[in-house]
C-alpha cells in the first residue's frame, strides 16, 4: 500500500489521489514557439529513477502538490503544494509564484 503525506491532509491512502503526470515548467507564453509547446504538451522523460510528479488530493484537500518520487521503488523523498511558475519566472531571481495562472488565450495553429 502507497501512502502519501499531504502538507494539509497529513498521511493518506494513495487512492485519495490521482496522478496528473510529470512536472514541466510551463513554457513563456511571450516567447515559446510551437516547438516549445508541442514538447511541452505532449513530450515526457517517462525516467526509470527520480522524478517531479503532480498529484491532486481530490478525496482531501484538492490542492495539486508536487511528488518527488522515485518512480522504480515508489520510494518518496518530498511533497510540497503546488505553485504555478512559468520558465521565464523560475530563471527570474525575484520569482513570485502564483502570478502565472492568470490563463490568456492562445494562438492556434
Ligand atoms: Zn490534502
Known amino acids: 500500500m502507497i501512502e502519501l503525506h499531504c502538507p494539509n491532509c497529513g498521511r493518506r ?24 509547446w508541442r514538447s511541452y504538451l505532449y513530450l515526457r522523460d517517462n525516467p526509470a ?13 484538492r ?6 518520487r522515485h518512480t522504480v ?20 531571481p525575484h520569482a513570485q509564484p502564483g502570478r502565472a495562472q492568470s490563463g490568456g488565450s492562445g494562438e492556434s495553429a
Not at 491512502?13 to 516549445?36: C, K, L, Q, W
Not at 490542492?63 to 518527488?68: F, H, K, P, Q, T
Open 13 to 36: 491512502n494513495v487512492s485519495e489521489f490521482r496522478y496528473v503526470g510529470e512536472r514541466h515548467i510551463r513554457p513563456d507564453p511571450d516567447v515559446a514557439d510551437p516547438t516549445t
Open 73 to 92: 521503488s515508489n520510494e518518496i523523498r518530498s511533497i510540497r503544494e503546488a505553485m504555478p511558475v512559468v520558465a521565464s519566472e523560475a530563471d527570474a
Open 63 to 68: 490542492r495539486y502538490l508536487v511528488v518527488e
Open 49 to 61: 529513477g527520480w522524478t517531479d510528479e503532480t498529484w491532486l488530493h481530490r478525496a482531501g484537500c
